[in-house]
């Protein structure tokens, strides 16, 4: 229950589509109930059998979903092996989009990959591949970094790689 005083008069002016919890439930949903949501992928199925159930709920006619062909990316299998000064394979998969590609080169650590770190050690970068944790909040960041601005760094330095 709100303390809002004025929240009945909000009701009448603009309904319960401005009061309502109701679009921040179903987006709270979507984000926790069906996982990953990439085209093609089972929970964009389930996510789209909710949004059309609820568009339904709400009262909509001709409510229905529409097949598509998914001219998208599928991730397949990936390896990643380093071979010197040790050998060892390390369990890894695909960034969204990548290509398929056979690649051998000199692995440069940029830790948490924070934008101050790729501005000073650009020179190092070009023509290797860069690796970075998945951490979205280096300590040396003000910022949050999410990982495509890693990879567009690491490719604007002149890497051949991303990790």
């Given at each position: 229950?709100s303390?809002?005083?004025?929240l009945?008069i909000?009701?009448?002016?603009v ?20 996982g990953s949501?990439?085209?093609?992928a089972?929970?964009?199925r389930r ?27 599928t ?30 080169g ?25 690796m970075?944790?998945s ?18 760094r690491?490719i604007?330095?002149g890497?051949t790689?991303?990790?």
């Amino acid at each position: 229950m709100s303390n809002n005083p004025f929240l009945s008069i909000d009701q009448q002016l603009v309904g319960d589509i401005y009061t309502s919890t109701e679009a921040m439930d179903n987006l709270i949903t979507l984000c926790d109930d069906f996982g990953s949501r990439f085209g093609g992928a089972e929970g964009e199925r389930r996510a789209a059998e909710f949004i059309k159930a609820k568009l339904e709920e709400y009262g909509l006619s001709n409510v229905h979903l529409e097949p598509i062909d998914y001219l998208g990316w599928t991730r397949g299998k990936a390896k990643l092996e380093i071979i010197n000064p040790i050998q060892k394979t390390i369990p890894c998969i695909t960034l969204p989009h990548s290509p398929p590609t056979t690649l051998e080169g000199t692995i440069v650590d940029m830790g948490d990959g924070a934008p101050d770190d790729f501005e000073r050690r650009s020179e190092e970068i070009k023509g290797k591949i860069v690796m970075t944790t998945s951490v979205v909040a280096p300590n040396n960041s003000k910022r949050w970094i999410h990982r495509n601005e890693k990879y567009g760094r690491s490719i604007f330095a002149g890497a051949t790689g991303f990790i």
